[in-house]
């Protein structure tokens, strides 16, 4: 009987939860998660401990802003099958980090200027504040859709006199 409940509530878990458990490709974590909009928080849950786990905590608040916005708008607009899945790639970089949000759908996502008394239609122009730089692309596994990436990095260490250390 508990075997038979398990399976009932399988499908409903699998769109709650990673489709599959976090991979390692090079120096990048993949993940795949169901358009479901819990799936916002536990990719946020992911890229905070590998953060952490890198050494980039600093960038914690705005990669997580970036991540939610990234993965709200693939999961809002890019629905075209009721099999998709949305796939977060993090790659760490010295002092940095690059997040991918791939999905399913060609449409490409446009920075628009938000209603004032709207309630959304800010996130890419949150993304493009937050990020050194982000874009979109092919995908680069041959799937069918786009990629869209921020890359956040951390601030110039600044010497006491006030020099950036990083200039020279």
């Known amino acids: ?14 769109r709650l939860f990673p489709v599959e458990a976090a991979r390692r490709t090079g120096d ?8 479901h909009p819990s799936c916002v928080g536990l990719a946020r849950m992911e890229l905070r401990k590998l953060l952490a786990d890198w050494g980039l905590a600093e960038l914690e608040d ?3 802003l970036v991540l939610s916005e990234l993965v709200t708008n693939a999961a809002r607009h890019a ?9 977060t790639r993090y790659r760490p970089g010295p002092g940095a980090v690059r997040i991918e949000v791939h999905d399913a759908s060609p449409s490409r996502p446009q920075v628009r200027d938000a209603d004032p008394d709207s ?9 493009a504040a937050l990020a050194d730089e982000w874009g979109v692309g092919e ?7 786009k990629v869209v990436w921020a890359r956040l ?8 006199d006030g020099t950036n250390r990083g200039a020279h």
Do not use: C, N, Y
């Open 1 to 14: 009987m508990v075997k038979d409940i398990a399976q009932f509530f399988e499908p409903f878990l699998r």
């Open 28 to 35: 990048s974590v993949v993940l795949r998660w169901s358009p």
């Open 62 to 64: 705005s990669a997580l």
């Open 79 to 87: 629905r075209v099958s009721h099999d998709w899945e949305i796939e």
């Open 119 to 127: 309630l959304d239609g800010r996130g890419l122009i949150l993304v």
């Open 139 to 145: 995908r680069d596994d041959g799937a069918a859709g």
């Open 153 to 160: 990095s951390l601030p110039a260490a600044t010497d006491t």
